[in-house]
C-alpha cells in the first residue's frame, strides 16, 4: 500500500483476521464490564501493531505507533474494506431527496490508488498546510477572542490519548487531550492549559469547524465512500473510516450550558437570510427577461421547479438545466425548449456558503442554460460535450488510472461473454454448415 506520507507499507490479510480475532474476542470480554468501551481507534492500532500484520516494502516490521496519522488512518480503512474488523451499515438519508439508505461506507472505498501508488492528485493528496493558521467561527480564550486555530503533525503514539478516549459520545477536554488533537496555537493563545479550557466552552460552530479541520489535517480527501442514491441519482459522500476518534456533532448536549447566541463579537446566525419560493420565483424571471433579450432568445419555457433537484451524471444536484424542444406528436402538439431552475439547490448552497450570491448565481445559471440551447439550435454543444469530460475526470481522479483500465478491460471481457453466449447457436449452426460443405466438396 503507498500512504500519504510517500511511505510503502506491506498489509498481511491473513495475519491482520487472524490477530483481529484475538483482538475482537478479548476486547469483547473485557468490553461487557466496562460502563464506555474503548474506540475503535485504538483497537485498530492494537490490530496493526500485531505480529506479521505490518510491515515495510522490503518486508522490515513496520511499528503503527511511528506512522503518521494520515497513514495510520488509510490502513484503518483498508482493515475496515477488507471486512477485518467489522463495520456496521450506518443509517442515512440523501442530501437532495431525503430517502434513507444504510450502508457501510467502507465498502465504496476505491483503493486503487493506495494500492497502485496514484497519489499525485493536487487537490485530493495535497498535503495538509500545518505552518498556517486556518480561519474558524469566534470563539472566547481566555479574556480575548479567537478567530484561527493552527494544528501541528502527530504520529500515531503522540494521539493515542485521543485514539483511546471512549467511543460512548463523551469527551472529556484536557491539556492532554488537546495535545494529542495537534492543537498547537487558538489564535495567539499556546498553553494547552487555556486551550482545554476554551473549546470546553466553544459555541458549537466553532467546535464543528475545528473538528473538520482536524479530519483535514489527519484524513486523506480520499477517504470517502460515494455512494449514489436508487431514487434521484445524488451522490453522497461518506466518512471512512465510519468510526472516527473525533465526531462531526457538537461537544455538548444542548442544555449543557451553552446558548445559541455563540462567543460574543461572533456573528449571528442568519434567519430567513434565503428567499421563500414567490420572491425567487419573481427574481428569476426578472434575471430571465433581461438575459432572454440580451442573448436575442425567445420562446424558451421558464419553469421554477421546487421538488426534488435533478442530478448531472456525476450524481451532483443541479441549480437549472436545459430540454430541448419537440415537434408535434401524433396529436399535433409540439414542446418548446425548456429551461428549468431548481429552488431546493439554490437554498442548499446559500446555506451551506454564507458569501453565496443568490442574484448572480441566477443570472450565471440562466445565461449557462440559455448557451445549451444556442448549441442546439447549431447542432452541436461542445458545452455538454465539456460537462461530461470534466466528470468523467472527476471519476478517474478518485478511481484511479490502473483501476479504471482494469474496470474497463473487465467491462469488455464481460460483453464479449454476453456476446457469445446470446450467439452461440449461430456460430454452432455456421460450423456444422461449413462442415457439410467441405466435407461434400471433398467428395
Request: proline share 8%; with cysteine; hydrophobic share 45%.
Amino acid at each position: 500500500m503507498h500512504l500519504p506520507s510517500g511511505r510503502v507499507a506491506r498489509l498481511s490479510d491473513a495475519a491482520a483476521r487472524a490477530h483481529a480475532a484475538a483482538v475482537l474476542g478479548a476486547r469483547a470480554d473485557r468490553d461487557a464490564g466496562e460502563r464506555a468501551p474503548i474506540g475503535a481507534c485504538a483497537r485498530d492500532v492494537q490490530i496493526l501493531a500485531g505480529p506479521s500484520v505490518l510491515a515495510d516494502a522490503r518486508g522490515a516490521p513496520l511499528d503503527p505507533l511511528g506512522l503518521p496519522l494520515p497513514d495510520a488512518h488509510v490502513l484503518r480503512a483498508l482493515l475496515a474494506f477488507a471486512g477485518v474488523v467489522p463495520e456496521e451499515p450506518g443509517a442515512y438519508s440523501c442530501e437532495n431527496c431525503g430517502a434513507p439508505f444504510e450502508v457501510a461506507p467502507s465498502s465504496l472505498l476505491e483503493i486503487g490508488p493506495f494500492t497502485d501508488g496514484e497519489l499525485d492528485d493536487p487537490e485530493l493528496d495535497r498535503p495538509f498546510d500545518f505552518g498556517a493558521s486556518h480561519p474558524v467561527p469566534a470563539l472566547r480564550v481566555g479574556r480575548a477572542l479567537c478567530r484561527s486555530v493552527r494544528f501541528v503533525e502527530r504520529t500515531v503514539e503522540e494521539a493515542m490519548p485521543l485514539l483511546r478516549a471512549p467511543c460512548d459520545g463523551a469527551l472529556r477536554v484536557t491539556p492532554s487531550l488537546v495535545a494529542a488533537m495537534g492543537v498547537a496555537a487558538l489564535g495567539r493563545e499556546r498553553r494547552a492549559s487555556v486551550i482545554a479550557d476554551a473549546l470546553a466552552r466553544a459555541p458549537d460552530d466553532a467546535w464543528a469547524a475545528i473538528v473538520d479541520l482536524y479530519h483535514e489535517a489527519r484524513y486523506p480527501a480520499r477517504l470517502v465512500a460515494v455512494h449514489r442514491c436508487a431514487g434521484c441519482g445524488a451522490r453522497n459522500d461518506l466518512d471512512v473510516p465510519l468510526a472516527r476518534e473525533l465526531e462531526r456533532a457538537p461537544l455538548r448536549a444542548p442544555g449543557d450550558g451553552e446558548d445559541d447566541r455563540g462567543a460574543p463579537g461572533s456573528t449571528p446566525r442568519r434567519a430567513g437570510a434565503f428567499p421563500d419560493l414567490d420572491a425567487f420565483e419573481a427574481r428569476v424571471r426578472a434575471a430571465a427577461e433581461r438575459i432572454y433579450a440580451a442573448r436575442g432568445v425567445r420562446n424558451i419555457d421558464l419553469f421554477i421547479d421546487a421538488g426534488v433537484p435533478a442530478c448531472d451524471d456525476g450524481g451532483e444536484p443541479l441549480l437549472g438545466c436545459y430540454a430541448p424542444g419537440t415537434p408535434a406528436d401524433d396529436l399535433g402538439i409540439a414542446r418548446p425548449p425548456e429551461i428549468r431552475i431548481f429552488y431546493r439547490t439554490f437554498r442548499l448552497e446559500a446555506r451551506e456558503d454564507p458569501g453565496f450570491d443568490v442574484d448572480a448565481e441566477i443570472d450565471e445559471t440562466i445565461d449557462h442554460e440559455v448557451t445549451h440551447h444556442l448549441h442546439h439550435l447549431a447542432g452541436s454543444d461542445p458545452l455538454d460535450d465539456e460537462e461530461r469530460e470534466q466528470i468523467e475526470r472527476e471519476q478517474l481522479r478518485r478511481v484511479g488510472h490502473a483501476e479504471a483500465a482494469r474496470r474497463a478491460r473487465r467491462g469488455a471481457l464481460a460483453e464479449l461473454g454476453g456476446f457469445v453466449r446470446a450467439t452461440w447457436p449461430i456460430w454452432v449452426i455456421t460450423a456444422v454448415g461449413s462442415a457439410l460443405a467441405w466435407c461434400a466438396g471433398g467428395r
